[in-house]
């Protein structure tokens, strides 16, 4: 699966570095580059990367200062000629960082490391995409990649799947602590949706599988953000 990456940084010659080193992998597509942190901020709100190359020391806002702005910053390789920032920058959760003049060989290790966290990443959603439940007294395995949304009902959750609806018994926020926030979102006080399973949406409402959803006022703004984020 190709990866797409940034470049942020404020020197030229880092840039000619670094989008040679990008063309020689093919699973990289290098999707935008940066000359300060403002254009990578606004970017960033607009567009989904799964790498950045960010340099520390820049004009208006730093390497580090990006980072804190963001909620959720994409996994961050640091690229700078001051090894001073290494400890810090690691509280910063930075997937790794490269010192000025970066050399080939070392960049080539990154990438290793880069891509074999993913495959780790889909390991660990594999082994999470069985959720227990509790139906007519009894626990069952339930495949989340199966569910559509999830709707309160009393005591219980109607869960929704293209096959058949099941009753739990659990409240609708131990169903959401089950489920990867990654595929699944709050959007009323009494329903949970699978995002990916959202066939068009308005102001007030989502469609799933031709049922109408409700959204909440008070989650409105982040599934609008949300639902822009993924059709980029």
Not at 104 to 116: A, I, Q, T
Request: charged share 25%.
């Amino acid at each position: 699966m190709i990866r797409k990456c940034i470049i942020v940084d404020d020197e030229p010659a880092a840039h000619y570095v670094l989008v040679n080193y990008i063309s020689q992998n093919p699973q990289l597509e290098l999707v935008q580059q940066c000359y300060n942190g403002i254009e990578a901020l606004n970017y960033l709100r607009s567009n989904a990367v799964d790498l950045m190359f960010l340099d520390i020391d820049m004009p208006e806002i730093t390497g580090l200062e990006l980072l804190q702005t963001l909620n959720e910053p994409p996994k961050t390789i640091l690229t700078t000629a001051y090894s001073e920032f290494a400890l810090e920058s690691y509280e910063f959760g930075v997937f790794d960082y490269l010192l000025k003049p970066i050399y080939f060989p070392r960049f080539l290790k990154s990438m290793e490391r880069f891509f074999s966290s993913y495959a780790t990443d889909e390991k660990t959603e594999m082994a999470n995409s069985i959720i227990a439940v509790k139906i007519d007294g009894f626990m069952h395995d339930l495949n989340v990649n199966d569910i559509l949304f999830a709707q309160s009902y009393g005591n219980y959750v109607k869960i929704f799947t293209q096959r058949k609806t099941y009753l739990a018994s659990m409240t609708t926020n131990e169903l959401e602590n089950s489920l990867s926030s990654k595929h699944f979102m709050r959007v009323h006080k009494s329903y949970i949706v699978a995002i990916d399973k959202i066939k068009d949406w308005e102001r007030n409402t989502v469609v799933i599988n031709n049922e109408k959803i409700p959204v909440g006022i008070t989650y409105r703004r982040a599934l609008t953000e949300r639902l822009k984020l993924n059709d980029n």
